[in-house]
C-alpha cells in the first residue's frame, strides 16, 4: 500500500515554510509573468528593459527564484507588462 499525503493546495504550506501563502501568490505571479513575456515573445533584453532589471535579475524572475522580489514589484511588472491587475478580497469564513 502506498503511503502519501494529500496536498492542501500549497505545497509551502505541506512542506512547512512560513509565509506559505505569500510564497504561493508569488509564484502564481511569476508564472504568469513568465507567460506574458512567453506569450509575447519579449527578449530577456526586452524584459530587462521593461522591467526595469539588470538581465540576472529577468533570470531569476522567470526561472522562480523569487526571493529577492517583493510582491508589490511583481504586481508592477504585470502592470509594464500591459496587464490590469485588480484584488479581489473575501472572507474565508464565510462560507
Known sequence: ?????????NIFEDLGFANA??????VKLA???ADI???????????AQILGLEIERVDDLTNGR???????????FLIKLGQNVE??????LQE
Request: glycine content about 2%.
Open 31 to 33: 508564472s504568469v509573468i
Open 21 to 26: 501563502e505569500e510564497k504561493l501568490a508569488k
Open 66 to 76: 523569487l526571493k529577492e522580489f517583493p510582491i508589490e514589484n511583481l504586481f508592477i
Open 37 to 47: 513575456i512567453e506569450q509575447q515573445q519579449i527578449t530577456p533584453e526586452q524584459t
Open 1 to 9: 500500500m502506498l503511503d502519501y499525503t494529500i496536498s492542501s493546495g
Open 87 to 92: 484584488i479581489l478580497v473575501t472572507n474565508q
